[in-house]
């Protein structure tokens, strides 16, 4: 798996808000899929409220959350 940092907005009631969340994901696509899933899981945000401005790749030096680190392939 591979780190990758998604950036985009959401709406959450009857603003538009900013988000860029780090997850881990073989390919962008699963993680731009991994990004809408929990919104919906967490924050009940049905997938076309949210929008993803882009997807960019972080090496494993850079990620702050030690979850994603780990299931990246480095140390937590």
Known sequence: MKAFLV????RMAR???KFAKDVAADDEKAAVERVMSDFG??????RMYVKVKDVTAVPLEQIK??????????EP
Do not use: E, L, N
Not at 41 to 46: E, F, I, L, P, T
């Open 7 to 10: 950036r985009g907005t959401f």
């Open 15 to 17: 603003d538009w808000t």
């Open 41 to 46: 899981s967490k924050h009940g945000v049905r």
């Open 65 to 74: 959350d030690p979850v994603v680190r780990f299931k990246a392939g480095g």
